[in-house]
């Protein structure tokens, strides 16, 4: 596999960056979908904490939806069902009630072929970076149990750091300020249309897994700049990429 058009195309985007020595410094990864396979569980708690407060949304909107922070999509929902915002007192009591649906669920195991892209991107001595927009504790305190030794506490940015979450490139723009790095010495990983939107707007070349069942072409559109089916076939292709990166 061959990614030189891939970049070609990126670059043709933002022709400022082809003058840049683009050394691969950074990798920002966004966490459900990509680091855990937990998408199934946020769609599940999801679904149950809006049938509780009278609203709905299925589980195809739960990953199209993924990336926002709580907030967002109770406010996205409030306005479909009640026409209006949610009080901050609606906010915190469906959100506190979706957490403990989600703590409920089986613990979500790590993503096939994560770690083989994590070792991959450590022994090339490039910082990595979680970008999520998670607030949920229990699954960030899962990241160095699961795979330790990979993360820096000071290098996650969650719902917790940024004003506005994604499909906004806040929290990408500051994944880049945390690193020290610029749009076009980093990658991101994303496996939902919001996060690729979001990470596009930051202007960083965007490699979409699609590890759920949205068409191929959610991702695409929203401008991903290259697919893969799993993390294990990007684990095999990241040292080419890397490559083609910097050549």
């Given amino acids: 596999m061959t990614f030189k058009s891939n970049i070609e195309t990126y670059l043709?985007?933002?022709?400022?960056?082809?003058?840049?020595?683009?050394?691969l410094k950074a990798v920002l990864f966004d966490m459900d979908g990509v680091l855990f396979d937990s998408m199934p569980n946020h769609a599940k708690s999801w679904s149950k904490v809006c049938t509780e407060f009278g609203l709905a949304m299925t589980p195809e909107e739960v990953y199209m939806h993924e990336g926002r922070t709580g907030a967002s999509t109770i406010n996205m929902l409030t306005h479909r069902y009640w026409n209006r915002d949610a009080t901050p007192e609606e906010i915190e009591q469906i959100y506190k009630e979706?957490?403990?649906?989600?703590?409920?669920?089986p613990e979500a195991p790590k993503m096939p072929g994560a770690e083989q892209v994590l070792r991959e991107v450590k022994q090339a001595g490039i910082t990595i970076v979680v970008v999520t927009g998670s607030g949920q504790k229990s699954l960030l305190e899962r990241l160095d149990h699961?795979?330790?030794?990979?993360?820096?506490?000071?290098?996650?940015?969650?719902?917790?750091?940024?004003?506005?979450?994604?499909?906004?490139?806040?929290?990408y723009l500051m994944g880049l300020e945390k690193a020290g790095v610029k749009p076009y010495e980093a990658m991101v990983v994303e496996n939902?249309?919001?996060?690729v939107r979001a990470a596009v707007a930051a202007e960083i070349f965007t490699i979409a897994v699609n590890t759920g069942p949205l068409p191929e072409s959610a991702l695409l559109n929203e401008g991903a700049n290259a697919l893969f089916t799993s993390m294990a076939t990007l684990a095999e292709n990241f040292k080419q990429l890397k490559q083609a990166w910097e050549a």
Avoid at 12 to 23: D, G, W
Avoid at 146 to 170: I, R, T
Avoid at 192 to 195: E, I, V
């Fill in 12 to 23: 043709a985007k933002h022709p400022c960056f082809a003058k840049e020595s683009r050394q």
């Fill in 98 to 105: 979706k957490c403990r649906l989600f703590n409920l669920c």
């Fill in 146 to 171: 699961n795979y330790p030794g990979f993360f820096n506490p000071e290098l996650v940015v969650s719902s917790q750091d940024v004003k506005h979450g994604k499909p906004n490139p806040e929290p």
């Fill in 192 to 195: 939902a249309p919001l996060g």
